[in-house]
């Protein structure tokens, strides 16, 4: 294990401490420019079981289930589509039964749709707001990022 603040090789143990609002594992020379945090105490071995249960169930299912996310130039594709229809904002209201004042803001990016409002507006305009994207493999992202830049490599930090 790496020390998230200077890099070192961790040998025994890291110390959890809490830095300028952020709890990070450090070093024990790191340690000093914040607080050491207790380690939380290790739950009953039946709750473990069930958690575990519970965990195994959850993960299964958030890997079968693809994660939808909003496009990010969503108030551009929509107001285009709109005015491509010749629709005004008041007709396109009317047509998804929202209000002429959450069209402006969609068409001028000040709200984000929720995904019930992006489908509405996908089905009426015949546009692709909301993009399905495949869960991330943790265990490869970790390996990949472990030999990453700490925050040492990045920030320069004074000695008192």
């Known amino acids: 294990m790496r020390c998230e603040i200077c890099g070192k090789s961790i040998g025994a143990r890291p110390l ?9 594992e450090v070093c024990e020379d790191c340690s000093k420019f914040g607080k050491i945090q207790k380690t939380p105490p290790k739950p009953k071995r039946i709750l473990k079981k069930t958690l575990k249960q519970k965990n195994k169930k959850t993960k299964q299912r958030r890997r079968d289930e693809p994660t939808e996310e909003l496009i990010e130039d969503y108030n551009s594709i929509i107001r285009k589509k709109r005015e491509d229809k010749g629709w005004s904002r008041e007709v396109l209201g009317n047509k998804i039964n929202e209000k002429v004042s959450v069209i402006n ?20 305009l015949k546009i692709t707001l909301i993009e399905k994207l495949d869960d991330i493999d943790l265990e490869s992202f970790q390996k990949s990022s472990s030999n990453g830049p700490t925050l040492g490599d990045i920030v320069k930090i004074k000695k008192k």
């Open 16 to 24: 959890r401490t809490k830095i300028d609002g952020s709890v990070m």
């Open 105 to 124: 803001r969609l068409e001028s990016g000040k709200m984000v749709p929720d995904i019930k409002l992006a489908k509405k507006l996908e089905n009426i």
